[in-house]
């Protein structure tokens, strides 16, 4: 008995001893920044690729249709990110702790309600595009199906990929983002060029997603100690997913919900223009974005560090991000016609006078979606209250005065400039309630150990 509560003592102690991680490392952030962002990058030129190949292929009415399916599953999708948000939290807490050991338990017992959950949310929307079906003039049950696949796989692609990022395995995490990107084209392309249309397309994004969610998945749920599952820990989780969720799926609203109004109020081929529009503006917040698949584990595990740490990050996550959308704005500004040339053809060129709003609207939702990101990722979600009544507003007037697409735009412009000051005061204020020192965490840790 005393050797065994020797031993004991001496794990707490190597573990109280232990240097803790997350604090605030400048070469470190920036090697895993490179890592990450540059697969992210590699990832989005896929993206970009599978939207104008694709839409070349199928034609503005055609790709009207696909790109609006992309839209609902981005808002659906909420859930992936809300799972795996809360996912990355608890293995951005274990891995600052040096608890690497509960990493791969947590993800085997907690993967299984995820995918409980990605089937109910298939099932759902199965049930969904019924009413759906009229509203959007999207008629075909298989486009449906497809959609309803294609969102319960990207659910759990979400909640492995965000354990990966917690546990800072950003390897696996890189390769999978690629994977997912290089494959959703080859495959897509390859199922429309068959004839299979939009559905084609669709399929090649559920092919993608298959492939980018194993190679992540796979590696997390091996090794580790045996760790029962516990009843009190699941419902923590859930309740945290439940937070998480109300936030990113306003966030989420925010950003794609224009599309559903262009499909109800619009001409398949408006749609279309519009829908070309979109995908070249929100290249702005998807690349400034790209700071937050770094910004969310670091300020995750720094807040577990110090008040010091966690406000470094959040200044350096801001000014990367205002530089990239001015940097950003500035090009589409400049070259919108020759953009839409480029990447969509000559049959698209009457997106350019929509494209300079849709620009504008863009980067204005980039600059408050990094603080949301921020605000999320340590866990304060007092922004859903303002997201929300955003998201309300938007929405009605869309509905009632969304007629055209300059005053869709007009209208997500007014919205996103006034959550800007509000949403960024909010992560500036939550430094107050930051950690000063390791210790709480480092006693957690070693109070902890099995």
């Known amino acids: 008995m005393d050797a065994i509560e020797s031993a004991e003592s001496a794990v707490s102690v190597q573990t109280l001893q232990a240097p803790l991680r997350g604090s605030f490392d400048l070469r470190r952030f920036s090697s895993d920044a490179v890592l990450v962002i540059g697969a992210a990058l590699v990832a989005n030129v896929f993206s970009y690729a599978f939207h104008f190949i694709l839409s070349r292929r199928l034609g ?16 659906l999708g909420v859930l992936g990110s809300a799972v795996g948000t809360v996912a990355m939290q608890e293995t951005a807490r274990m891995w600052a702790s040096h608890l690497d050991r509960r990493i791969a338990p947590f993800v085997r017992r907690t993967g299984l309600s995820v995918l409980a959950l990605a089937g109910l949310v298939a099932a759902a929307i199965a049930l969904l595009s019924l009413p759906l079906q009229t509203y959007l003039h999207v008629a075909d049950p298989l486009l449906w199906l497809l959609l309803a696949v ?49 559905g084609g397309a669709l399929g090649g994004l559920i092919c993608g997603v298959v492939i980018g969610v194993g190679i992540v998945f796979a590696p997390m749920v091996f090794g580790g100690a045996h760790d029962a599952s516990h009843l009190g820990e699941r419902v923590r ?33 408006v749609t279309g223009y519009f829908s070309a529009a979109g995908t070249v503006a929100r290249t702005i917040p998807y690349g400034v974005g790209l700071v937050a698949l770094v910004l969310m584990p670091k300020a995750a595990a720094a807040q577990h560090a110090s008040r010091d740490s966690l406000r470094r990050i959040l200044i350096m996550a801001g000014a990367i991000a205002l530089a990239l959308t001015a940097l950003s704005l500035a090009f589409i500004m400049a070259l919108p016609r020759e953009i839409i040339a480029v990447t969509y053809g000559a049959k698209y060129l009457a997106a350019v006078p929509i494209l300079r709003v849709y620009a504008l609207d863009e980067a204005l939702f980039s600059i408050f979606a990094v603080a949301v990101s921020y605000l999320v990722a340590i866990a304060r979600y007092q922004v859903f209250a303002y997201l929300l009544a955003a998201a309300v507003v938007e929405s009605l007037c869309m509905a009632l005065f969304g007629g055209t697409p300059l005053h869709l735009l007009r209208i997500a412009i007014t919205v996103n400039a006034l959550l800007v000051p509000v949403v960024w005061a909010l992560a500036w204020r939550s430094l107050a309630a930051a950690p000063q020192a390791a210790t709480p965490v480092r006693a957690e840790g070693a109070a902890s150990i099995p």
């Open 150 to 198: 294609y969102v319960g796989a990207a659910i759990f692609s979400g909640f492995a990929r965000g354990a990966a990022q917690g546990a800072h395995r950003f390897g696996i995490f890189a390769t999978s983002l690629v994977s997912e990107g290089v494959a959703k084209v080859v495959f897509a392309v390859a199922f429309v060029s068959l004839g299979f249309g939009v």
């Open 60 to 75: 503005p009415d055609h790709y009207g249709t696909l790109a609006t399916m992309i839209a609902i599953s981005g808002m």
């Open 237 to 269: 989780l859930q309740g945290e997913a439940a937070k998480v969720l109300t936030v990113t799926a306003t966030t989420s609203a925010l950003l794609f919900v224009d599309m559903l109004f262009a499909k109800h109020h619009f001409s398949g081929v």
